[in-house]
């Protein structure tokens, strides 16, 4: 694994075999409630979203939804959210503040949904609208990125106390196909495009743009309880303002300091 | 209507005439959709409106903050703000060069402070010209460091933006500015900030998708794409072509996403409107 290639990665961070939003969910969390819609307009499928206890803690979950089998993905629209699925999402985060539940998301998405509906529905707003409210939520927050993390529709449940991937995840400011059009006008030079991106997890914790990559294997599972344990109860110690103020700072420091 | 029409055409050429006698030295710009062509002066005059079609031109960022403000009265703020080239993508930093050279500008976004009819404001302008206002780390930070600015001083905060979007070439450190960006906003907003975004043609993708929606008031001008997908994605994702005015400013409007469309030339009046009723 430690030497496949950026593309690679890509290919593998989709795979249908890696685990989905209900695997992490059975698997870290125990007696989860599924909670639906925005309350303005329809329940987006691709996002998955509920409260759960982990250990002795009540948590949110929400995820990106992707599916396994063709039926699924279509009936889950590959993982790709409209804006009722980001106010499903925000609207459960305001929920987890109001009873100081932390949030846990769950990333893997080719991006926000790009249809007639959802830009009519106001996809830019309902992507912003999240960004601010989760900079600046009264409550501590996990971001993991498990799979493709890709575009605004990721970005949209990851602005939190801490950001996490897995070693084989993948997160990028577009797929490495739209990038290949985009730049080399050529989506067929996406593994080229992989390269260049640096959507690893390995480049993005040299970056400082993540911090913390998670093991695959055997001992993910295990490893992932622990981690998220011992962060959670860091990040439940400190106070709400404490709180805010250092994730401001966090997004705040993102810069060209690295190069 | 023979006579009325030779009286017109005369009135044109009297008009390029004398034109031509004022501004010979000046370089001469076709509109690109009617193809008239107009002396580079009268179009700074005109707005970039078209006199013939009154189609709108992109505006670059130095003037509109000349549109806007008081006379005199903008100072650049955070100049000292330059990119970097973080993924060091090939061909970024010819880009870059080719692009301060074009537009005078080190990145795609104007910082400073002014006044519109005596009121003191923070301004911010996304340049279009410069690839293709694309946001990255330079941009992102300006747009920071004027939001807190803003915050400091207690003044209003007022952004015009024309973007494609995400700067690509920054790969991950673009997309990071959108929740930057937004998070400096939010704060600002919640702690009792005024911010009015200004929507101009284009602003796609992670602009529009950050701080440009989170306008306290959020106006266009008329005709401005405004979207997340571009209309080209999206065609191509559900294989059709989409509808006349699709994602333009005044199909936002009918949708609930913005305030209210305001003619190019009604921006420095309505902008001092709102001003004056937010003491």
Redesign the interface.
Known sequence: MQTASSYEKVLLARSKDRPGIYDYIRTLFDGFIEFHGDRLYRDDPSIVGGIAMFHDIPVTVIGHHKGKTTEEQIAYNFGMTSPEGYRKARRLMVQAEKFGRPVITFIDTPGAYPGMEAESNGQSNAIAENLAFMSAMQTPSIAIITGEGSSGGALALAVSDRVWMLENAVYSILSPEGFASILYKDAKRASEASDAMKLTAQDLKQFGLIDAIIPEGKKMFLALDSMLLRELNRLMKMNKTALVEARYQKFREIDHMND | MLLNDIFSQRKIMWNRMAQKRKRGQEKIKACPKCKMEYYSGEWKENQYICPSCHAYMPVPAKERVAYILDENSFKELFAQIIT???????GYEEKLQLNQRKTGMQDAFLAGVGKIENRKVAIGVLDGRFLMGSMG?AVG?KI?CLTEYAKKKNLPLIIFSASGG?R??E??????????T??????FK?KGGLFISCLTNPTT??V???????GDIILAEPGAL????GPR??EQ??GQT?PEG??RAE?LLE???IDCIVERKDFRDTLSSILQMHL
């Open positions: 970097k080239d973080p993924l060091d993508f090939d780390t930070e920071v995400a690509m070439q790969g991950l450190f673009s997309l990071m500015q959108m929740a930057k937004a998070t400096a906003i939010e704060q919640q993708g992670g529009s998708a950050s701080y440009a929606s989170l405004i979207c997340f997908a994605v999206i994702t559900i989409l699709f994602q199909f949708h609930g996403m």
